[in-house]
């Protein structure tokens, strides 16, 4: 057997215990670096092993072989962990030189934008009341947008509640497409043909109208809706829940006026005015020197909506009501332009 391999365990013992020492001695990523060089690179000292191997008596190398590889694979962890703890001391001795003592970067804290408040004022004031607050789907049919609400297609009310089409058919019916729903009434049909009454819900969501943007009008703005359904709901009620209401949203000293209107999808209908609370009913800016501000549309459920959504004729009678959010926060927050709820500006915001 060649000289050379007799000592070949005694050279493997002394390279480790040479290596463990190397190892232990390193302090920086420069040292790691001549380190792993000194006995990985190509050059290095574990090479050059390989290359003793390949010159062996073929009964040698399987020994010598594995011998070199424990080797390598030892010297390859110990630079992997020489890696992680460098850095750990890196980042603490940066750490130290912080300046713990200036002042940090505050982060600013959010909060709910101003008509979120309000719809969650005004539905809390209805859920005190018993009413639930229930979502509607902004994709509508033209059934539950129109026809559900007893207005047919060539009605002329249809062009108060003209909306946006979509370019997709309504499985319900294939000869029509689906729409953005231009107010939240459509909701009060998915209500009722889900459940019998008693009900008592309000609906709030985004409404679509293809109208010209200006500081009184969008093209999306949000409603509330409310509907109490059961078998002797009558007018007084109606006057008298939204009396209630107006009252404690707005103040305790408004007066009310129910003006009669017309709406498809009730019967009687009237337009909801409450005294102005800025000028007391005197006149102003805000009311337009009318002393009265027109806050809602509401009436009596028509018989014609019982029966498109399948109730017993005569069977039950219900109120409607139907508030716009943007409107009510500009009367409330004397705010005269409806844009600036949509432009996300924190200076307007930050005021809530
Ligand atoms: N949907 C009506 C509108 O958008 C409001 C309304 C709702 C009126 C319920 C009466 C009853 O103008």
Known sequence: MDQKFETQSDYYQILRSQMLADADAVTDDKQLEVFRVKYLGRKGL?????????????????VMGKKVNDLRVEVTKIIEEKKGTLGQKDKIENRSSLDVTLPGVASSIGHQHILTQTVNDICGLFEKLGFVVQDGPEIETEFNNFAALNIPIEHPSRD???????????????NRNLLLRSHTSPGQIHIMQKSKPPLAVVIPGKVYRPDAVDASHSFM????????????????????????????????DIKMRFRPHFFPFTEPSAEVDISCYICKGKGCSVCGRKGWLEIMGCGMVHPKVFE???????????????????????????INDIRIFFENDSRFLKQF
Do not use: W
């Open 46 to 62: 574990i090479s050059s092993l390989y290359e003793e191997i390949a010159q062996a008596p073929a009964d040698q190398k399987p």
């Open 160 to 174: 108060a509640f003209d909306t946006f089409y979509l370019d997709c058919k309504d499985p319900s019916n294939p």
């Open 221 to 252: 703005f949000h409603q509330i809706e409310g509907l109490l359904v059961d078998k002797h709901v009558r007018f007084s009620d109606l006057k008298g829940l939204l009396t209630h209401f107006c009252k404690k949203f707005f103040s305790d």
């Open 308 to 334: 498109a959504v399948g109730y017993k004729k005569g069977e039950y009678t219900g109120l409607a009501f139907g508030m716009g959010v943007e409107r009510i926060a500009m009367l409330k927050h004397g």
